[in-house]
């Protein structure tokens, strides 16, 4: 969907950022199906561990409590948040962590969660601090994979799409703090923050 106005009458969302939009994506639909199916394979493979599922402050909020709602199985639940630094568009390996675990993960099943892996540089480091509290095991999964910009090597163990190296925004993902309420996730126009 690459129309404003197709936009506008599918969604009942903010017009100013819709305008912002230069395509959909991945719509709504399109986004609860692979949200089941991560979920579906969650449950399966953690069937009879105590799995603690980590969300990724701010951008994984919206995929993180999807998917929650759909796992089969008892989990805990926490957040972690950091903030990575470098330009407006790339991070530089730079973290600074503003909120830890509540929860100690130790002997547990940690799954961290995330929006989308870019450089790699947020989820290596999260993937450390948490290693260095003693989990009985470490999985990731994040919705989106721009493999392309990888800078870092990080596996992740569960992914929702493979996606271009787009400015993406919507379900989470954010420019300057806008756009993460949209429900579909879409390529921002270059104008926007060019
Ligand atoms: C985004 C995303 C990941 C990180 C990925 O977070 O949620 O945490 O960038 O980028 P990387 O692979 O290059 O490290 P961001 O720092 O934009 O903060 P947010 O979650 O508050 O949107």
Redesign the pocket.
């Known amino acids: 969907m690459s129309n404003v106005q197709d936009i506008q009458s599918t969604y009942q969302v903010c017009e100013e950022w819709v305008q912002n939009i230069q395509q959909v994506l991945y719509s709504d639909v399109k986004i609860k199906e692979c949200v089941s199916s991560l979920a579906k394979q969650i449950s399966e493979d953690y069937k009879n561990k105590d799995l603690l599922i980590v969300g990724?402050?701010?951008?994984?909020v919206i995929f993180y409590s999807d998917l929650m709602r759909e796992l089969s199985i008892p989990y805990k639940s926490d957040f972690i948040s950091?903030?990575?630094y470098g330009s407006e568009t790339?991070?530089n390996g730079n973290v600074k962590m503003n909120k830890d675990l509540n929860i100690d993960p130790k002997n547990m099943h940690v799954l961290i969660i995330?929006?989308?892996?870019?450089?790699?540089?947020?989820?290596k480091w999260v993937k450390q601090h948490i290693q260095n509290k003693s989990p009985a095991s470490i999985k990731t999964c994040s919705l989106l994979n721009k493999q392309e910009?990888r800078i870092v090597d990080v596996s992740i163990d569960y992914i929702g799409f493979e996606c271009p190296d787009e400015f993406l925004v919507g379900y989470g993902?954010?420019f300057n703090d806008h756009y993460r309420g949209l429900p579909f996730i879409g390529i921002l126009k270059t104008d926007c923050y060019m």
């Open positions: 990724c402050l701010t951008g994984a950091v903030s990575s790339t991070s995330e929006d989308i892996i870019d450089t790699g540089h947020t989820l910009r993902l954010d």
